[in-house]
C-alpha cells in the first residue's frame, strides 16, 4: 500500500514539475519566451484579439526574437525589420524553408509552389518564376493583359453611373482574369457561371483564412481535426477548386500544341512530356494543380483585396486621392491608356500605392518559415526545422522607419524633394528567398488599375469621410477590409 501511495506521489510530482517546466527538451537552444503548459503551450498568454496581438504584447517583454509555443509546438517570433532581414535576407539560405499552416495542410501536403520544400521547391519556384516573365511565350505582355482588363472595368464601372456600389466583386474579376490570363490563356466573362463560382470560393476561403478559428485551429489541430469546424470548409472549398484546376488541365492535355504553347499549364505539360523518364522528377500532375492553386491563391485574393482597402482609403482621405488625380492628369491626360513607363514620372501614385500596401498589412504574421539546418542566430541555436514567424506587421508599422506607422501617409516614401525613396521595413511580399513570386505582376496591377480607373472616375462616399472606419474585418493570418461602399463618377 505504501508503495503504491509513493508511486502515485512520485507520478503526481513529475507531473507537477513538467506543468511548471514545460517541454525542457523543445527549449534546448531557442530565444526565451514563455512558460509553456504541457499540450495548451502558451495558450494563456493568448490574446483574444489574436496572434498579432499575442505577439506583440509578448515582444514588450521578450524583445524582437522569443519562442512562442502554439500548442506543443515551439515557434520563434522575429519583430522588427532588422531581426527579419536579418534572418530573410541574411541568412536567406537557413530561413527558407516552409513551415506549417494546419488549415490547409491536408490539402497542399508539401507539393505546390508555396508550400513545397527543398529541391522539389527550387524546381518549382525556377520554372515557375522563368514561365511568369516569358509568360505568353512571344505572345502579348502582362502589362497588354492588365491594360485590357483595367479597360473592361471601366466599362463596368460606367454602367453603374456613379451609384453607390460594393467594389469588392468587380475588384476580384479583375484580378482573378489576370491570373488566369497567365495559367489558363483566357480571360473569363464577368457574368461566366463558372468564374463568378471560383472568386466566392476564393473570396470565402480567404475570409475564412483570415478569421479567429484558423488560429485556435494552429494551436490544436491535432485535436480539432477530428470534428466539424471551418477548416473542414476550407478543406472542401480547396478542393473544388483542384478539381476544376485537374479538369482544365485535361482539357490543355488533349488540345496540346508542343509547337505553340499557350500558357502556363501548356509550358508545364511540356515539361512533364520531357522528364517524364526522370523517376525523381518533381514536373508531375501533383505539383502542377496545386502550384496553379498556390498561384491563384497568392494572386488574386491579395490584389483585390488591396485595391479594396486602398480606394476605402481614398475616400478616407480624399485630399490624396484629388493629388493622385493631378498627377495622372499631367502625366498621363485623358487621351491613352496609362502605362508601366509612367510609373517613373509618377513618384506620388508611387507612393501612395506603397502606402496602401504598408496600411493595410494584408498578411500580419507572414507565411511561416522553417529553419532548413541547425542553425545560430542572435546567440542561439534553432534546431532543423524550427518553425519560424516573420512578423511582417511589425517591420510595416516599425516607428524607426516610419514617422507614424499607425498613420496612413504617402510621404512615408517620399523624400524632401518629392522623389519615391526606399525604405527597407517596406516588406509586403515578404523578402529573401520566399518572397511572393507574383510581387513584379502584383505592383503592376496595382499601378495600371488605380490609374486607369482615376483617369476615368472621381471618387464619392456616401459616407462622411470622417464616419469612415477603416478596422479590419478579420485580422488573423490575413486582414480584410471592411464592406463599404463607392460611387464612381464618370470624368
Known amino acids: 500500500m505504501e508503495a503504491s501511495v ?29 512558460r509553456p503548459l504541457p499540450f495548451l503551450g502558451n495558450l494563456l498568454q493568448m490574446d483574444r484579439r489574436g496572434f498579432l496581438n499575442s505577439f506583440m504584447r509578448l515582444r514588450e517583454k521578450y524583445g524582437d526574437v522569443f519562442t512562442v509555443h502554439l500548442g506543443p509546438r515551439p515557434v520563434v517570433i522575429l519583430c522588427g525589420t532588422e531581426a527579419i532581414r536579418e534572418a530573410l535576407v541574411d541568412q536567406a539560405e537557413a530561413f527558407c524553408g516552409r513551415g506549417t499552416v494546419e488549415v490547409v495542410k491536408p490539402t497542399f501536403k508539401g507539393y505546390g509552389l508555396i508550400f513545397a520544400n527543398g529541391e522539389r521547391w527550387k524546381a518549382l519556384r525556377r520554372f515557375s518564376l522563368a514561365t511568369m516573365r516569358d509568360f505568353g511565350m512571344g505572345k502579348r505582355s502582362v502589362e497588354e493583359r492588365i491594360q485590357e482588363e483595367a479597360q473592361c472595368l471601366v466599362e463596368e464601372l460606367r454602367k453603374s453611373q456613379g451609384a453607390p456600389l460594393d467594389p469588392t466583386f468587380l475588384f476580384q474579376c479583375v484580378t482573378a482574369n489576370i491570373i488566369c490570363s497567365i495559367v489558363f490563356g483566357e480571360r473569363f466573362d464577368y457574368k461566366d457561371r463558372q468564374f463568378l463560382r471560383l472568386l466566392d470560393l476564393f473570396y470565402k476561403c480567404f475570409s475564412h483564412i483570415g478569421s479567429f478559428y484558423t488560429q485556435v485551429f494552429e494551436l490544436f489541430s491535432g485535436f480539432l481535426k477530428y470534428f466539424p469546424g471551418t477548416h473542414k470548409q476550407i478543406s472542401r472549398i480547396l478542393q473544388e477548386v483542384l478539381d476544376y484546376i485537374d479538369h482544365n488541365v485535361q482539357k490543355h492535355r488533349a488540345t496540346l500544341d508542343p509547337s505553340n504553347p499557350r500558357d502556363f499549364i501548356d509550358t508545364y505539360l511540356l515539361r512533364m512530356e520531357k522528364e517524364k523518364s526522370n523517376p525523381y522528377t518533381e514536373f508531375q500532375q501533383k505539383n502542377l494543380v496545386l502550384t496553379v492553386l498556390s498561384l491563384f491563391f497568392a494572386g488574386t485574393e491579395t490584389s483585390s483585396t488591396t485595391l479594396r482597402y486602398g480606394f476605402l482609403l481614398m475616400l478616407k482621405y480624399p485630399h490624396v486621392a484629388e493629388k493622385l488625380q493631378k498627377e495622372v492628369d499631367q502625366v498621363i491626360g485623358s487621351h491613352r491608356l496609362p502605362t508601366l513607363d509612367d510609373r517613373t514620372k509618377m513618384p506620388y501614385t ?20 522553417k529553419v532548413t539546418k541547425d542553425t545560430l542566430f542572435r546567440g542561439y541555436l534553432l534546431p532543423k526545422d524550427t518553425e519560424v514567424y516573420p512578423i511582417l506587421s511589425s517591420a510595416l508599422h516599425d516607428p524607426q522607419h516610419f514617422e507614424q506607422p499607425d498613420t496612413f501617409n504617402p510621404d512615408h516614401f ?26 513584379g505582376i502584383a505592383r503592376n496591377e496595382l499601378f495600371l488599375f488605380f490609374t486607369t480607373i482615376l483617369q476615368n472616375f472621381s471618387l464619392s462616399s456616401p459616407v462622411d469621410p470622417k464616419d469612415i472606419d477603416l478596422s479590419p474585418k478579420e485580422s488573423g493570418f490575413a486582414k480584410l477590409p471592411p464592406i463599404y461602399k463607392i460611387c464612381f463618377l464618370s470624368r
Open 6 to 34: 509513493l508511486l502515485f506521489l512520485t507520478l503526481l510530482l513529475g507531473f507537477v514539475v513538467l506543468l511548471l517546466r514545460g517541454h525542457p527538451k523543445a527549449h534546448g537552444h531557442l530565444p526565451p519566451g514563455p
Open 350 to 369: 508611387d507612393a501612395v500605392i506603397h502606402e496602401i500596401q504598408r496600411f493595410s498589412d494584408l498578411v500580419p504574421i507572414g507565411v511561416p518559415h
Open 414 to 439: 517620399l523624400d524632401a524633394n518629392g522623389a519615391l525613396k526606399k525604405n527597407e521595413a517596406f516588406m509586403p511580399f515578404s523578402i529573401g528567398k520566399r518572397i511572393c513570386p507574383g510581387e
